[in-house]
C-alpha cells in the first residue's frame, strides 16, 4: 500500500510550490492529483505531467477513478503526494476510504462570498462546514503554503475566519 506522506488542498493543484518544495520537503515519490476537471483536461494534464521531475510519477484520477485506483492498492509502493484543489473533494475521498492523520491546506483562491484567511487561503461556509467535519472526525488540519511558513491550526483559522 502506498504511503501517503502529504495530503494537500490547493486549487492551483501542480505548480512551482509543489514540484520544488513539497516534493523535496515530503520525499515523495509521487504525485497523484485527485480532481474530476483536472482529469478531464487533457492538455493541461499533459502539461503537467511534462513539468515533472525525472523520476517522479505523477497520475491524475477523477474522484470516482482515484477512490477505485486506491482500493486497488493501484497507488504502488512509493511515497506519494495526494492532491485535490478544493475541501468538498477532499472530503468524498477521506468519507471514501483514503483516509489520512493530517489534511494540509496550501492554496485556496478567491471568490465572491469568500474571506481571507492566510495568505492567498480563503475560505466560504461551505468550506468552513467541511472543516467542522474534519475536526470532528479526528483530522489534523493545518494551513500552510510553503515549508517555511509557521503551521496555521485550523482552530486559528475559523477564529479569522468568524472576525
Same mark, same amino acid.
Given at each position: 500500500m502506498a504511503e501517503i506522506v502529504l495530503c494537500r488542498v490547493d486549487s492551483r493543484l501542480i505548480h512551482g510550490q509543489v514540484m520544488t518544495k513539497w516534493v523535496n520537503q515530503s520525499r515523495a515519490e509521487k504525485i497523484?492529483?485527485?480532481?474530476?476537471?483536472f482529469a478531464s483536461d487533457e492538455f493541461l494534464k499533459e502539461v503537467c505531467l511534462m513539468s515533472a521531475p525525472v523520476g517522479l510519477d505523477v497520475v491524475c484520477y477523477t474522484e470516482q477513478e482515484g477512490i477505485t485506483e486506491y482500493k486497488k492498492d493501484?497507488?504502488?509502493?512509493?511515497r506519494v503526494l495526494l492532491l485535490t $484543489?478544493?475541501?468538498?473533494?477532499?472530503? $468524498?475521498?477521506?468519507?471514501?476510504?483514503?483516509?489520512?492523520?493530517?489534511?494540509?491546506i496550501g492554496g485556496l483562491g478567491g471568490a465572491p462570498n469568500r474571506k481571507v484567511v492566510f495568505q492567498n487561503i480563503t475560505l466560504d461556509d461551505k468550506d468552513v462546514e467541511v472543516l467542522k467535519y474534519f475536526i470532528q472526525v479526528g483530522v489534523k488540519v493545518i494551513f500552510q503554503t510553503i515549508p517555511e511558513d509557521l503551521p496555521q491550526s485550523v482552530e486559528n483559522i475559523l477564529k479569522k475566519y468568524r472576525q
Amino acid at each position: 500500500m502506498a504511503e501517503i506522506v502529504l495530503c494537500r488542498v490547493d486549487s492551483r493543484l501542480i505548480h512551482g510550490q509543489v514540484m520544488t518544495k513539497w516534493v523535496n520537503q515530503s520525499r515523495a515519490e509521487k504525485i497523484v492529483v485527485i480532481d474530476n476537471e483536472f482529469a478531464s483536461d487533457e492538455f493541461l494534464k499533459e502539461v503537467c505531467l511534462m513539468s515533472a521531475p525525472v523520476g517522479l510519477d505523477v497520475v491524475c484520477y477523477t474522484e470516482q477513478e482515484g477512490i477505485t485506483e486506491y482500493k486497488k492498492d493501484s497507488f504502488g509502493s512509493k511515497r506519494v503526494l495526494l492532491l485535490t $484543489s478544493g475541501l468538498a473533494n477532499m472530503k $468524498s475521498v477521506y468519507e471514501a476510504g483514503i483516509k489520512t492523520e493530517t489534511i494540509q491546506i496550501g492554496g485556496l483562491g478567491g471568490a465572491p462570498n469568500r474571506k481571507v484567511v492566510f495568505q492567498n487561503i480563503t475560505l466560504d461556509d461551505k468550506d468552513v462546514e467541511v472543516l467542522k467535519y474534519f475536526i470532528q472526525v479526528g483530522v489534523k488540519v493545518i494551513f500552510q503554503t510553503i515549508p517555511e511558513d509557521l503551521p496555521q491550526s485550523v482552530e486559528n483559522i475559523l477564529k479569522k475566519y468568524r472576525q
